[in-house]
């Protein structure tokens, strides 16, 4: 069992969470990874149902700098996120995947492919598919599977937006013969150079403010997600005291 934080397992090792997901690929398993941050760490903790999804995962990383900061203070170690736009970029300059990208708009996916292909020639033979918008019910999952199947990609990228791309894996799993799905959200966007969402500047970044950035970016979306999350840390922080004492 890994260890969780906040209740969610999450593994700050980059090496072991490279790893885990090379030997799913190696061993041609079935599974999936979340990127946690603010959001879906809220979710999951005021719901269980999403909260068993994320902790079924293969493996899942800590793409929040702030929770990566609390979390390293309340256990006194060096805990570094592992952000998912980072994540993205290194496996697709790894040219030795076979992707497959799933989710967001077409118009966003045509953008995608086009700057992608300037970095990996090889990624404009991949799919890129385009999802209706629908509840997480709705979608044809057995359909979707079966073109996934048949490319038998290593690496399946969602970008549907948390919570909803957790559950969607949650639910495209057992149709899938192969293949690691990992939960990328709005990385589509910020790879693509067209749309309104784009990452923030380096130095917002490096300073641990980039959800500062996206919340004047999407206030509308953004400032409530976070102002939730405040709301339950200092419950959250109250029990990881407890478990830490305690272990």
Same mark, same amino acid.
């Given at each position: 069992?890994?260890?969780?934080?906040?209740?969610?397992?999450?593994?700050?090792?980059?090496?072991?969470?490279?790893?885990?997901?090379?030997?799913?690929?190696?061993?041609?398993?079935?599974?999936?990874?979340?990127?946690?941050?603010?959001?879906?760490?809220?979710?999951?903790?005021?719901?269980?149902?999403?909260?068993?999804?994320?902790?079924?995962?293969?493996?899942?990383?800590?793409?929040?700098?702030?929770?990566?900061?609390?979390?390293?203070?309340?256990?006194?170690?060096?805990?570094?996120?592992?952000?998912?736009?980072?994540?993205?970029?290194?496996?697709?300059?790894?040219?030795?995947?076979?992707?497959?990208?799933?989710? %967001?708009? =077409?118009?966003?996916?045509?953008? @995608? #492919?086009?700057?992608?292909? $300037? !970095?990996?020639?090889?990624?404009?033979?991949?799919?890129?598919?385009?999802?209706?918008?629908?509840?997480?019910?709705?979608?044809?999952?057995?359909?979707?599977?079966?073109?996934?199947?048949?490319?038998?990609?290593?690496?399946?990228?969602?970008?549907?937006?948390?919570?909803?791309?957790?559950?969607?894996?949650?639910?495209?799993?057992?149709?899938?013969?192969?293949?690691?799905?990992?939960?990328?959200?709005?990385?589509?966007?910020?790879?693509?150079?067209?749309?309104?969402?784009?990452?923030?500047?380096?130095?917002?970044?490096?300073?641990?403010?980039?959800?500062?950035?996206?919340?004047?970016?999407?206030?509308?979306? %953004?400032? =409530?997600?976070?102002?939730?999350? @405040? #709301?339950?840390?200092?419950? $959250? !922080?109250?029990?990881?005291?407890?478990?830490?004492?305690?272990?």
């Amino acid at each position: 069992m890994k260890r969780t934080y906040f209740n969610v397992k999450l593994e700050f090792d980059k090496q072991t969470l490279e790893t885990t997901i090379q030997n799913a690929i190696d061993e041609a398993k079935v599974g999936y990874m979340c990127c946690i941050e603010s959001n879906n760490l809220t979710i999951a903790n005021i719901n269980f149902d999403f909260l068993k999804i994320v902790n079924s995962a293969l493996v899942n990383s800590c793409d929040g700098s702030n929770v990566a900061m609390i979390l390293g203070f309340l256990h006194k170690k060096e805990f570094d996120s592992y952000v998912g736009s980072d994540l993205f970029a290194k496996y697709v300059c790894m040219k030795h995947y076979r992707h497959y990208f799933l989710g %967001n708009t =077409p118009e966003i996916l045509s953008g @995608l #492919k086009k700057n992608l292909s $300037l !970095i990996n020639s090889k990624i404009s033979t991949m799919c890129f598919e385009a999802l209706p918008f629908k509840s997480i019910d709705e979608f044809d999952y057995e359909s979707i599977a079966k073109k996934i199947n048949d490319d038998k990609p290593d690496i399946i990228w969602i970008s549907l937006g948390a919570p909803k791309q957790e559950f969607f894996m949650s639910k495209l799993k057992p149709f899938l013969n192969r293949g690691v799905m990992i939960g990328i959200g709005a990385v589509f966007n910020f790879n693509a150079g067209v749309g309104k969402v784009r990452r923030a500047p380096k130095w917002m970044r490096k300073f641990r403010i980039e959800w500062l950035y996206r919340a004047f970016e999407e206030p509308k979306k %953004n400032i =409530p997600r976070y102002y939730n999350f @405040l #709301k339950i840390l200092p419950g $959250l !922080i109250k029990e990881e005291k407890r478990k830490i004492i305690m272990s």
